[in-house]
């Protein structure tokens, strides 16, 4: 591959450029971002060769490869603008959201897009917080359709293992079904934890004064970027809809064994919930 263009440089985007240098990519690195301080920021730490604010420029880096790594929602504009000033590179993402997000860029790019996901990530954002080895062991989700023109997929899966990626492929729906259930409510239910402390805070006590190691841990992820998030549960409503009525459920389930005290049914629970979670680490 000659040539890759990252679009949004940020912290997902830089890390799969800082990725691709470590492992001696050959080619050269462009950015393209909205905000001219990534663009700033990007190269005076090496992490693109070249950057532009002005989406015209791309036609000039001519890119065989473009990694789309903005919020989720942006990247059907993007998609229309790159299928004319680009009309042959294979198009990839990081996005967080597939399901019908792949079908539309499939409308507009038809069989050089190539769905992708990788499980991989911080509550930082910014392309300042970039690591070269965020991708190292970790699983990346491709989502190909019949579509998918398989030369490019296999170029994408190619470029995913060199920077140390672990490739299962799913389909669009199957995978935010997924990442519906085991990434946005955990960061839906982070951001609402919190906003229970805003909440009982107005009693008269400032409960942020007391959080400890266990609420700290459990809601790191709700220091997450607003815009990013907002696009997710946005791009994956059904999904996230259906997680928090299961939550929803589920708490409702706990809170009736706390109120009615049924103290052998809620050790159970919390002892089956506790067995399968000690399955994963
Ligand atoms: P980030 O905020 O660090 O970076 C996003 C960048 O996109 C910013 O530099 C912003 O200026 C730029 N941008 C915004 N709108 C744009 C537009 N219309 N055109 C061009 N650039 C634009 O966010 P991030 O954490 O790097 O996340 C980026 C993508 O990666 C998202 O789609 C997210 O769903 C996905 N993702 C994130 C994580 C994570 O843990 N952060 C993990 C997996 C996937």
Redesign the pocket.
């Known amino acids: 591959m000659e040539s890759v263009l990252i679009?949004?440089?940020?912290?997902?985007?830089g890390s799969f450029a800082l990725a691709l240098k470590k492992r001696n990519f050959r080619g050269k690195i462009y950015g393209?971002?909205?905000?001219p301080e990534?663009i700033k920021k990007a190269l005076g730490l090496g992490i693109v060769d070249e950057g532009t604010t002005d989406i015209n420029e791309v036609k000039r880096y001519n890119p065989s490869l473009v990694m789309l790594?903005?919020?989720?929602r942006?990247f059907p504009?993007?998609a229309r603008k790159l299928s004319s000033l680009l009309p042959s590179a294979t198009i990839t993402d990081?996005?967080?959201?597939k399901g019908k997000l792949v079908y539309e860029l499939e409308d507009i790019l038809g069989g050089r897009y190539v769905g992708g996901?990788?499980i991989?990530?911080?509550e930082k954002?910014?392309?300042e917080h970039s690591v070269p080895d965020l991708y190292e062991g970790k699983k990346v989700i491709l989502t190909p359709t019949e579509r998918t023109d398989p030369r490019r997929l296999k170029l994408v899966e190619e470029l995913w293992k060199k920077v140390g990626g672990v490739i299962e492929h799913m389909s669009p729906e199957l995978h935010d079904y997924v990442f519906g259930a085991v990434s946005h409510l955990p960061h839906a239910v982070a951001f609402a934890l919190v906003d229970v402390l805003i909440r009982m805070s107005k009693k008269g006590v400032d409960l942020f004064r007391y959080p400890g190691g266990g609420f700290k841990d459990f809601t790191r992820i709700a220091k997450?970027?607003p815009v990013?998030w907002r696009d997710?549960f946005l791009a994956n409503k059904e999904n996230v809809l259906l997680a928090i009525d299961t939550f929803t459920e589920s708490l409702s389930h706990l809170r009736k064994l706390i109120e009615e005290e049924r103290e052998e049914e809620l050790t159970d629970f919390l002892r089956e919930v506790k067995t399968k979670r000690m399955e994963i680490d």
Do not use: C, K, L
């Open positions: 679009v949004g440089v940020g912290f997902m985007g393209y971002d909205i905000n990534s790594s903005s919020p989720v942006t504009d993007i990081q996005g967080s959201v996901h990788p991989a990530g911080t954002s910014g392309v997450s970027d990013m997710i």
